[in-house]
């Protein structure tokens, strides 16, 4: 996720979106937001700027009290409340060493990008589950506790499935590092964000190995051609083991003849022509 393409490329664009979350929490809070304390609402402000670039923040609470001197509990007591009204959903992250639940991570619902976490996390579960709880009665303890434990459970399991590769993300979650020119090429033969990108890295480290010294961006030409040579093979069944493996292999190749071509300069002293002498 935090590889996702930022919704605010620039700094007035960020400043922006932030003041529409923050404005959203503030009309929430109504009169009683002024008479929060100072640290309160300046760590109030940090989640919203945090959030206005891809409308999720991972900041802990220990962070954000200590750097506006107020207590964990204040920022805890923040984000239930903002919870509360729907202005946040709050996912855990899955552990790699067990099921345990990780660190929260607080999507803010009117964030444009909402909607995409919302598919990419499978969170209607959580949305269904998240109204039952708040239309549970204040007697309803237990019952509300365990409903509580379901809904991270759920949460969990969505991590787990993205941590594990289980969820399939398309082309539109490839990351911004790879070319747009590049990915719009591959996508039409494997529309998947990480074997896209796994292809990038391919030719990239072919190009570092050539010793052209030109970034990849600027050969995107000769990349282009040895992957639509390598699509080819593959359509012919020449390729005996793995697709990326054939594209390197055809990518060095070419970029070796450029490099030959690159440093074969009939101008210089090496190539002194005595026919002409």
């Known amino acids: ?33 002024y008479r929060l304390k100072e640290g309160t609402r300046k760590a ?13 923040v991972y900041a802990s609470d220990q962070y954000l009290g200590e750097r506006y001197e107020v207590s964990d509990r204040t920022v805890r007591n923040v984000l239930a409340m903002l919870r509360k009204k729907g202005l946040i959903v709050t996912v855990y992250r899955g552990l790699s060493n ?64 993205l941590r594990t590769g289980s969820v399939h993300l398309s082309a539109e979650f490839t990351p911004s590092i790879v070319p747009e020119d590049f990915k719009n090429t591959v996508r039409v033969f494997f529309n998947d964000a990480k074997e896209i990108h796994d292809i990038w890295k391919k030719a990239c480290l072919a190009n570092k190995i050539s010793g052209l010294n030109v970034p990849s961006e600027d050969i995107m030409p000769v990349i282009l051609q040895a992957f639509k040579e390598a699509i080819y093979a593959l359509k012919q069944n020449k390729i ?38």
Not at 148 to 158: F, R
Request: with cysteine; aromatic share 14%; glycine share 4%.
């Open 44 to 56: 109030i402000d940090m989640l919203c700027f945090f959030a206005a670039e891809r409308g999720f």
């Open 240 to 277: 005996k083991k793995d697709f990326q493996g054939y594209f390197f292999g055809t990518l060095r190749g070419m970029l070796a003849l450029e490099a030959r071509r690159k440093h074969f300069n009939p101008e210089h002293p090496l190539y002194y022509n005595f026919l002409e002498a």
């Open 98 to 161: 067990h099921n345990g639940r990780g660190c929260p991570m607080h999507l803010f619902v009117d964030h444009p990008y909402f909607k995409n976490w919302n598919n990419y996390l499978n969170l209607e579960d959580f949305q269904e589950d998240f109204q039952s709880e708040n239309a549970e009665t204040a007697c309803s303890s237990k019952d509300s506790d365990a409903k509580k434990d379901s809904t991270n459970n759920l949460t969990i399991n969505s991590l787990n499935k």
């Open 1 to 33: 996720m935090t590889n996702y393409q930022s919704y605010t490329e620039r700094s007035h664009q960020k400043k922006e979106m932030k003041k529409i979350l923050l404005e959203k929490v503030m009309r929430t809070y109504g009169d009683t937001f």
